[in-house]
């Protein structure tokens, strides 16, 4: 049955989609960072996956948590030497963390040329649901994607770090004169939203094809989800990037060559809700930088 072929392909996307959107959403709205290196990240995960599964014989789960501890790491410390020095410097940021993504492509050619790579499943097999193959991978993919949806809801809602980060997105100037440390924050916040983008890597590679270019799209349809949503809104991110998700499904499964219309249809939902609300779904106020 198609409609559940589209169901679970969008579900996969705006899973990923949700992951990366979210952790971007964290950073900018902590930190007021445009990462546009975020999405490479998910690549460098994807590479370390198939690095210690492939080439080294380790079991893919391992090479799932090893990448995501690896990325949030290379993450703190490319925050650390490339983002901090310039962070009040909106454009500099911008130019910075673009040439960082395009210095972490160059890398992954020069290691892995420009083949396409695959990893195996954690999970092997099926269940036929309506006649039709849901992979146990399938469901891994998006079942885990909620687990730590879920955890990073908790982490916000109900810790003191959580509560650090949202009154540093509400309003700086106070927080830090309420004593939270501003910087310590912006720390923290890199780390969870890369470590996201580690994670979003590492569920979704059994799933395609590895390549030093595969972070694009997913950066372009991150933004457009974060627009879509409302800049720096978590729950807006989340809610955007399963409508796109479900859109990109839709045109994929129902119209002849979707495939290379999914990213134009997707950005042009995000166009019309921009010119119905211009601040996105869940749009946030910022206070203006004093």
Known sequence: ???????????????????????????????????????????????????????????????????????TLLGTIAYQIVINPIREHHGAVLIATIALAMAFQEIMTLIFKSSYLSVPALIKGFVPILGVKVFYQQILTFGAAFVVMGGLWILLMETR????????????????????????????????????????????????????????????????VVVLGGLGSLKGSFVGAYILGFAESLVVFLIPAGAFLKGSVALSIMILVLLIRPDGLFGVSFEEER
């Open 161 to 224: 770090a959580g509560l650090a980060i949202r009154a540093t997105a509400q309003d700086r100037e106070v927080a830090n004169l309420m004593g939270i440390n501003e910087s310590r924050i912006a720390m923290l916040a890199t780390a969870i939203s890369v470590g996201l983008a580690g994670f979003a890597g590492a569920i979704v590679v059994p799933l395609t094809v590895i390549n030093p270019r595969m972070w694009e799209h997913p950066l372009i349809m991150m933004m457009a």
């Open 1 to 71: 049955m198609i409609l559940l072929d589209i169901f679970i392909t969008g579900l996969i996307s705006g899973s990923t989609y949700a992951l990366l959107a979210i952790g971007f959403s964290i950073i900018f709205g902590a930190a007021r960072i445009v990462n546009l290196a975020h999405t490479a990240f998910y690549m460098v995960a994807s590479y370390c996956i198939y690095l210690v599964s492939t080439k080294m014989g380790i079991h893919p789960g391992w090479g799932m948590i090893m990448a995501v501890i690896l990325v």
